[in-house]
């Protein structure tokens, strides 16, 4: 064997063990920087929850405390009494004095309040 043919031959083995440590190299490398990529998304995400979980934790501490206020506040009465949750008009008009609805007895006729 020459000294070309030797030198040439150990450029192609250094070549390809340069190849191979690249190979290694990139193949490592973006598995680490997507596992710590993902962590530090999984972190900040993480610490927005507990963050969220606090203040909603911190509302119903100060709801618990004002929960008494709220108990006493009473509804106040509407014209024609109280006003169902609807959106739809017809049901809960004053229509006055005269006017029932649907298939009530007389006895409910004769004393209009005490249906309500």
Not at 10 to 31: F, H, P, S, V, W
Not at 46 to 53: E, S, T, Y
């Amino acid at each position: 064997m020459t000294y070309e043919e030797l030198r040439n031959k150990i450029g192609a083995e250094e070549y390809e063990i340069k190849l191979e440590r690249d190979r290694t190299y990139k193949r490592n490398r973006t598995a680490k920087l997507h596992q710590t990529s993902v962590e530090s998304h999984e972190s900040e995400v993480m610490i927005k929850v507990m963050q969220r979980l606090d203040d909603l934790e911190r509302k119903l501490d100060e709801f618990n405390h004002l929960q008494p206020q709220y108990d006493a506040i009473e509804s106040r009465p509407h014209r024609g009494g109280m006003r169902q949750n609807t959106r739809h008009r017809s049901c809960y008009r004053n229509h006055g004095g005269d006017y029932y609805q649907g298939n009530r007895v007389e006895e409910d006729k004769s004393h209009p309040e005490a249906s309500n």
